[in-house]
């Protein structure tokens, strides 16, 4: 590949910690937990009963009345956190030569479950009734929040929506580098969106005993890497990041949070859910993005873990980065996760923008709720559990998805 640089100049985000940048990047210096009760519905003849909610979501706030009709909650979330990304960059369609020289590619595991859990209820309690929404399938498919970013900002470029589970954030900021590597755009909006606390949703996961039965203690129940740690809390929300060809960039004066230096992805080729038990993908789609950066693991300043709190998930991954520590004594691990929940395709997305603002402001985010750290645990890894102080150069940021997908992504301080 060529030695273009692809930089940083947008930010934008809608979590269970915050509906901007500044407001996530606080609560995860303070160890917020976005966890409660579920509100979207009631959760009382369910297993699992909490989730990472998004909190005092106005979609007016950001959105006319025509795109909230028309559109998903993931589709919303993604617009939300987008609209904040393009203002801070200062991007639109008068920045490059032309509009395709701008693009979007968007991330989302489920798309739109929450439509489709409505329609098809209203289907049934119709008595078999096909009066479907006209906007039925437009708000349920996955690639419409890609598309409605173009149409509401005149984005011409390459256009469409990554899926690869919960890898999936990473996968579409990795796309987003090489086509920008590639000379395909000058610009890209990417990150992802998840709307995933539903009925259909929450009952599905909880079925497959993949999530915390912390019904009692919500905001505890995200642990990863403790010992007592029983799954993952489900989140919501969305973030965007806008990437820029570096000349581009400084030409038309844009600030710039990082770089992106190196990305990587494998499958494990292994099982339908569970991920590989010795971390065999993981560790390639490290070392893969590793060796595009021209790094070695000792470059490295922390790692933003997958860590979703699972008790079999938390450990493949710290096998997978052992074969790259090995005695390296200061490795730093957090695990965000604990603070946001799981926003399964909107993961990766969040957990850059935290590992960004790690980067400018030379400040770790803390993994929370550990309180007896596994013994499988490495000795010579540092769970972050308070927040640290350290100058950060590089940070790399790890998701993992169902179907055995692995993404990992590099950032690196700009000079």
Known sequence: MNNTRVVITGLGALSPLGNDVPTNWENALKGTSGANRITRFDPSEFKVQFACEVKDYNPADKLDRKEIKKSDLFTQYALYATSEAIEDAGLNVNTCETPYDIGVIWGSGQ???????????????????????????????????????????????????????????NT?????????????????????????????????????????????????????????????????????????????AKKRGANIYAEVVGAGMTADAYHLTATHPEGEGAY???????????INIQDIDYLNA??????????????????????????????????????????????A???IKSLNDGVIPPTINLDNIDSQVPANIRVVNEPLEKDVDLVMSNTFGFGGHNSTVIFKKFV
């Not at 859990?117 to 039925?136: A, D, I, T």
């Not at 096998?319 to 730093?332: E, G, I, L, S, T």
């Open 353 to 355: 923008i935290l590992s």
């Open 306 to 351: 997958h860590a979703t709190s699972t008790p079999v998930g938390d450990i493949s991954e710290l096998k997978a980065v052992m074969r790259h520590v090995k005695n390296n004594d200061d490795f730093y691990i957090t695990a965000t996760k604990s603070m946001t929940g799981h926003l399964l395709g909107g993961a990766g997305a969040i957990e």
């Open 284 to 294: 390639h789609a490290m070392k893969f993005a590793m060796d595009e950066a021209k």
């Open 172 to 248: 579409a900021i990795m796309d987003a580098f090489n086509y920008i590597r590639m000379g395909k755009a000058k610009a890209i909006v990417t990150g992802g969106s998840e709307s995933p606390i539903t009925e259909a949703s929450i009952g599905g996961f909880s079925a497959m005993k993949a999530m915390s039965t912390r019904n009692d203690q919500p905001q505890s129940a995200s642990r990863p890497f403790d010992i007592n740690r029983d799954g993952f809390v489900m989140g919501e929300g969305a973030a965007a990041l806008v990437l820029e060809e570096y000349t581009h």
């Open 111 to 169: 798309g739109g479950m929450d439509t489709f859990e409505q329609e098809v209820k209203s289907f049934s309690q119709n008595g078999g009734k096909p009066r479907f929404n006209p906007f039925f399938i437009p708000k349920l498919i996955t690639n419409m929040a890609s598309g409605m970013i173009s149409m509401k900002y005149g984005f011409m470029g390459i256009n469409y929506t990554a899926v690869s589970a919960c890898a999936t954030s």
